[in-house]
């Protein structure tokens, strides 16, 4: 069964940070372009950031980049989501998700391009 878990969520104060894992069942995630999507309430999903399966370096939104780090972990078949210097805005349900790509270079911005989803994971910045 493929099967996508989030975790590492929580309540964090501005500036603090978390570490996202997305943990993968059922399938290999280096075979998968990940992307990492948020979305807030009352607001659309979007994408934070999003990597090929070339191990090239991950695409960042603006507004994350410089704080938020994309890695992954062939061992453990787990991508992870490094957020630092959080802010209120960074509040959102989390959630990754999975494509085998056309390319080894291709990763995509839009939620409609992933076939694989997890349920997310709550992240709330506030002192």
């Known amino acids: 069964q493929v099967q996508l878990v989030e975790s590492g969520g929580g309540l964090v104060q501005p500036g603090g940070s978390l570490r996202l894992s997305c943990a993968a069942s059922g399938f290999t995630l280096d075979d998968y372009a990940i992307g990492w999507f948020r979305q807030a309430p009352g607001k659309e999903r979007e994408v934070v950031s999003c990597a090929s399966t070339s191990y090239s370096s991950p695409y960042y939104e603006d507004f994350v980049k410089g704080r938020f780090t994309f890695s992954r972990d062939k061992s453990s078949n787990t991508v992870t989501l490094r957020m630092n210097s959080l802010k209120p805005e960074d509040t959102a349900v989390y959630y990754c998700?999975?494509?085998?790509?056309?390319?080894?270079?291709?990763?995509?911005?839009?939620?409609?391009?992933?076939?694989?989803w997890g349920r997310g994971t709550q992240v709330t910045v506030s002192s």
């Open positions: 998700a999975a494509v085998v790509p056309p390319s080894p270079y291709v990763c995509y911005g839009g939620a409609n391009d992933y076939d694989y």
